[in-house]
Nanobody, 129 residues
């Protein structure tokens, strides 16, 4: 079964940190670019961090640049999102989603969410004092 599972969410005070993990079930991530997507209450989903299948390229939304870091450990088949200096507006559900990168596209980092056709169930992040 082709599935992505997110973990690591929780309640944190403003200025705090969380590290999210994304682990697949039923496949390996080696050939997939991954996006972390933030869905705030009442808002449309926003891609906040992206990483290519070989880990050599990343991209970030302006709202998280300098605060979030996406990384991958293909040996552990896991993608991470380190979130620092969290703000109340970071509250919401975070999803990881996959995009298959074919041969010759290991450095590609699609930023259009329609390019990511498998999403996990999400993990909740709440930033509040």
């Amino acid at each position: 079964q082709f599935e992505l599972v997110e973990s690591g969410g929780g309640l944190v005070q403003p200025g705090g940190s969380l590290k999210l993990s994304c682990t697949p079930s039923g496949f390996t991530l080696n050939y997939y670019a991954i996006a972390w997507i933030h869905k705030a209450p009442g808002e449309v989903p926003e891609g906040v961090s992206y990483i290519s299948s070989n880990g050599g390229s990343t991209d970030y939304a302006d709202s998280v640049k300098g605060r979030f870091t996406i990384s991958r450990d293909n040996a552990k088949n896991t993608i991470y999102l380190q979130m620092n200096n969290l703000k109340p507006e970071d509250t919401g559900t975070y999803y990881c989603a996959s995009h298959f990168s074919g041969p010759g596209h290991a450095d590609d980092v699609p930023t259009a969410l329609y390019e990511y056709n498998h999403w996990g169930q999400g993990t909740q992040v709440t930033v509040s004092s």
